[in-house]
């Protein structure tokens, strides 16, 4: 079974900043791949970003990192120059390569609001 | 642009009458997924096919069914829709259920019940 926890239920910065949202996973898995996902208020999921846990650099995706640390189990997402229209709620998710963890496992997700 | 489709994206029904919600993809992807997601939760998995194969969530109401007559398509079936029901409804993608295959979703189609 895998768990994955965002601690902050939500979060303000101001735009052209940088913003950081925490995740830290658990699992037995021996592999696994950890994905971010950005949803705004119209409802869409969008897939921003994965590391894989064999990864050995941190992946990247424009203004977005990963800054994975994987003997302390965290994941955490840097979006860089925030822009208004990365106000959204943004989820954390994990899937491993055991039969039966094909699911993805979400945190309970960050609300980021950017002000100008 | 290769993509998941959902229709419609907003959809009214009245308690009780039986209501269809569909997504479409031209991604070629092996699994289709169906989640639900009720305000200011994350998303709950109800089930997924991969190719003709489906599987069923443990704790996915029998109210729910789905249907995949092909590859492009898939259908999500509420049977008689209570107020519980009422939520956003997720459909998404992925090539097969490897660790590294990222699901890709559609739009959404948010689900009202009168």
């Known amino acids: 079974a895998q768990k994955i926890t965002q601690t902050q239920p939500g979060m303000f910065v101001q735009e052209k900043e940088a913003v950081t949202l925490d995740c830290t996973y658990d699992?037995?898995?021996?592999?696994?791949?950890l994905f971010w996902y950005k949803q705004p208020s119209s409802g869409e999921m969008i897939f921003l970003i994965y590391?894989?846990?064999?990864?050995?650099q941190n992946a990247t995706e424009g203004r977005y990192s990963l800054n994975f640390q994987k003997a302390r189990k965290s994941a955490n997402l840097v979006i860089s120059a925030s822009q208004l229209g990365d106000s959204a709620m943004y989820f954390c998710?994990?899937?491993?390569?055991?039969?039966?963890?094909?699911?993805?496992?979400f945190g309970a997700g960050t609300t980021v609001t950017v002000r100008a | 642009d290769a993509m998941v489709i959902q229709n419609p994206r907003y959809q009214v029904t009245q308690f009780g009458k039986p209501v269809t919600l569909s997504c479409s993809q031209t991604?070629?992807?092996?699994?289709m997924y169906w989640y639900q997601q009720k305000s200011s939760q994350a998303p709950k998995l109800l089930f997924h096919?991969?190719?003709?194969?489906?599987?069923n969530e443990a704790d996915t109401p029998d109210n729910f069914q789905s249907r995949r007559p092909n590859t492009s398509f898939c259908f999500l079936d509420i049977r008689s829709p209570g107020l519980g029901d009422a939520a956003m409804y997720l459909c998404?993608?992925?090539?097969?259920?490897?660790?590294?295959?990222?699901?890709?979703f559609g739009d959404g189609t948010r689900l009202s019940i009168l």
């Open positions: 998404a993608t992925s090539r097969d259920l490897r660790a590294d295959q990222p699901q890709h």
């Open positions: 699992t037995s898995d021996p592999s696994y791949g």
């Open positions: 590391q894989g846990s064999y990864d050995q």
């Open positions: 991604l070629n992807h092996n699994v």
């Open positions: 998710a994990m899937r491993g390569s055991l039969s039966n963890d094909y699911k993805l496992s």
């Open positions: 096919y991969y190719d003709k194969d489906f599987n």
